[in-house]
């Protein structure tokens, strides 16, 4: 069972860090991306223009969790960006910037933020430890957030496609195999006997 914890960050307003270039792997199990989760909470423009000009304008802002395999180690710090998608064809604008110095003392780490924007934010999440091009969630495409409530906020998976840390290592199929051959081998010993004892009857 993981442990769960909010955790925010300090937000890097105004200073955009460079959207990470493919491909996503991640290096490291704190820069892997497990799940994000993510609504939209309607807010009414209650500003002195609006209420003036009597317009109800409503924006909404995203609520953003991002889950990671684990938490950040100490001397380290993990950085978050998000993305939205703008225009046709697709461009990625920057929407969010979070760092998270470590340690964070958790298996599963909680990020959580939100932006204003107008109508349904198609988006993407990346993260990385100390530096760039690491973990992108979803690898290709971008999530579609159409959830306006945070009891059943929009989940999303992010499989990877290759192993987090460790060292393949090469199929010894001897060891696979030993097993099985051991059990013929037993099969193939007790026939022999039961044979045996036949012909002795016989």
């Given at each position: ?25 991640p ?145 010894n ?5 030993a ?24």
């Amino acid at each position: 069972m993981l442990v769960v914890l909010l955790f925010v960050g300090s937000v890097s307003a105004g200073v955009w860090p460079d959207i990470p270039s493919p491909p996503y792997n991640p290096r490291d199990p704190a820069e892997n991306i497990v799940t994000v989760e993510a609504y939209l909470n309607p807010v009414t423009d209650a500003s002195a223009a609006a209420t003036s000009a009597g317009v109800v304008v409503t924006e909404y802002g995203l609520q953003l969790f991002v889950y990671m395999e684990r938490g950040t180690p100490a001397g380290h710090t993990l950085y978050i960006l998000v993305t939205q998608l703008k225009g046709d064809p697709g461009t990625e604008t920057q929407i969010m910037s979070y760092d998270f110095p470590g340690p964070t003392g958790t298996d599963a780490l909680v990020l959580g933020g939100q932006v204003f924007a107008v109508g349904t934010p198609d988006i993407a999440v990346y993260a990385w430890l100390d530096t760039p091009g690491t973990d992108r969630a979803p690898n290709d495409g971008f999530y579609s957030i159409t959830s306006l409530s945070a009891r059943a906020p929009d989940v999303f998976r992010d499989p990877e496609g290759s192993p987090v840390g460790g060292v393949v290592m090469p199929t010894n199929k001897t060891e696979i195999l030993a097993p099985l051959l051991a059990i013929a081998g037993i099969i193939a010993a007790v026939s022999t006997v039961e044979l045996v004892v036949r012909r002795r009857k016989d």
